[in-house]
C-alpha cells in the first residue's frame, strides 16, 4: 500500500495549490486518487486543498471571479481558472538540478542518437534563458559513456571482454577477461555481474573502476563451459515469458526462437546463479515465470513476500 507522504506547512501547500491549477486544466476529469497519487499526498489533503482551491480567484469574490471545480463525483474538473493556466517558474536550485540531469543524460546517451543530443540541448538551452544567472554546465560522469555501451552491447550479444581494472586493494590495474551479465545499481554506484574468467567464479565490478574495454577473445558459451568446469556447474532451470520479452532476452540472454518458445510454454535453459535469476525474475514484475527448481520458486516467493511485507 502506498504511504502518502504529507507535507505540513502553508508555503508547502500554497506551492501544491499553484501546481494543481495548470495540472487540472490539462487533466480534466482526473480521479481523486490519481491526483492524490501524482502529488503524493492523501486523499484527505487533496480534498482539502480542492476546497481551499474553490475559495481562490480574482478580487471581486464573486461566482464570476471564483475558480469553480466539480469534484463530489470523484472526478476533478476546473473551469474560470484560465489566470493560473501557465505553471510555476522553476527556482535557480531546481533549474540547476535539471541542466545538470539534462547534462548527465546527454552524454550517457548513445553516442550515434544525435536526435536526441539535439533535443536535449534545445530543452537545456529553454531551462537556461529562464534563469536570471547564466551559469556554464559541464558534467563529468563517474562511469565512462564508451565503457559503459561497450558493457551493455557485451550483455546483449552474449560476448566477452578484456578490461583493465583497477582494485584498491593492490592499489594496481589488472587485466582480466569477463562474460558480462547484467548492469546492476547499488548504493550509489554501477556495478556489472559477470563471470571473471581467469580466476574462475561470478564476480561484481565496479563499472567507474573500469579502466578500458576490448573485445574478448573467447565466446560466452566456451565461457561459461570453463566456468562451469572450475567450480561453478550449470543449474538448469526452466522458465515462461508472460510479458515484455524484451526483458527476458537482454537479462536471461535468451535468443529470439528461444523467446518466442517461451512465450508458448516454458524452456530449459542453464544458469550459474540462482540468486541471480531470481533478481531477474522479482524485477520483471510478473513477465517472467519459474516453473523448475522448486527452490528458486521459494526464492522468488520468499522475496516478493519481502517486497510485499515493506508496503503493508
Same mark, same amino acid.
Given at each position: ?6 507535507? =505540513? ?10 501546481? +494543481?491549477?495548470?495540472? !487540472? ?6 480521479? #481523486? ?6 502529488? *503524493?499526498?492523501?486523499?484527505?489533503? /487533496? ?5 481551499? #482551491?474553490?475559495?481562490?480567484?480574482? =478580487?471581486?469574490?464573486?461566482? !464570476? ?24 517558474? @522553476? ?37 537556461? $534563458?529562464?534563469?536570471?544567472? &547564466?551559469? =556554464? ?6 562511469? *565512462? ?24 586493494? &593492490? *592499489?594496481?590495474?589488472?587485466? $582480466?577477461?569477463?562474460? =558480462? ?22 564476480? @561484481?565490478?565496479?563499472? *567507474? ?12 558459451? #566456451? ?6 568446469? &572450475? ?22 540472454? +535468451? ?11 516454458? /524452456?530449459? /535453459? ?36 519481502? /517486497? +510485499?511485507?515493506?508496503?503493508?
Amino acid at each position: 500500500m502506498h504511504m502518502a507522504r504529507e507535507e =505540513p506547512g502553508h508555503n508547502t501547500q500554497v506551492s501544491r495549490l499553484l501546481d +494543481l491549477v495548470p495540472f !487540472l486544466i490539462s487533466h480534466q476529469g482526473v480521479s #481523486l486518487q490519481e491526483l492524490a497519487a501524482t502529488f *503524493d499526498v492523501s486523499i484527505s489533503q /487533496i480534498t482539502n486543498d480542492l476546497n481551499t #482551491l474553490w475559495m481562490c480567484g480574482l =478580487p471581486g469574490y464573486t461566482p !464570476l471571479e471564483l475558480i469553480d471545480l466539480d469534484f463530489d463525483s470523484g472526478f476533478v474538473s476546473i473551469s474560470n481558472a484560465q489566470i493560473l493556466k501557465n505553471p510555476r517558474s @522553476l527556482t535557480s536550485i531546481e533549474a540547476l538540478s535539471v541542466l545538470i540531469g539534462l547534462e548527465l543524460i546527454s552524454q550517457s546517451a548513445a553516442l550515434e542518437n544525435e536526435q536526441m543530443r539535439e533535443s536535449i540541448s534545445e530543452l537545456s538551452k529553454k531551462i537556461a $534563458r529562464g534563469m536570471s544567472t &547564466h551559469v =556554464p554546465i559541464e558534467v563529468l560522469p563517474s562511469v *565512462d559513456v564508451f565503457i559503459r555501451k561497450e558493457l551493455e552491447k557485451a550483455i546483449s550479444t552474449r560476448s566477452s571482454l578484456i578490461v583493465d581494472y583497477y582494485s584498491p586493494t &593492490h *592499489d594496481a590495474l589488472t587485466s $582480466r577477461e569477463i562474460a =558480462p551479465l547484467e548492469i546492476i545499481f547499488s548504493k550509489g554506484f554501477e556495478y556489472v555481474s559477470a563471470f571473471n574468467l581467469e580466476p574462475h567464479g561470478l564476480r @561484481l565490478f565496479r563499472v *567507474d573502476r573500469i579502466h578500458s574495454v576490448a573485445p574478448g577473445h573467447t565466446p560466452v558459451a #566456451l565461457s561459461l563451459e570453463a566456468a562451469s568446469a &572450475h567450480g561453478a556447474p550449470s543449474i538448469e532451470v526452466s522458465v515462461l515469458v508472460k510479458k515484455d520479452a524484451r526483458i527476458a532476452k537482454e537479462r536471461l540472454g +535468451l535468443t529470439v526462437d528461444q523467446v518466442t518458445q517461451a512465450q508458448l510454454h516454458a /524452456i530449459a /535453459i542453464d544458469v550459474y546463479s540462482l540468486n541471480w535469476v531470481k533478481r531477474v525474475v522479482v524485477a520483471s514484475a510478473g513477465g517472467i515465470e519459474i516453473g523448475e527448481p522448486q527452490e528458486l520458486r521459494d526464492l522468488v516467493r520468499s522475496q516478493a513476500e519481502t /517486497i +510485499l511485507s515493506l508496503y503493508s
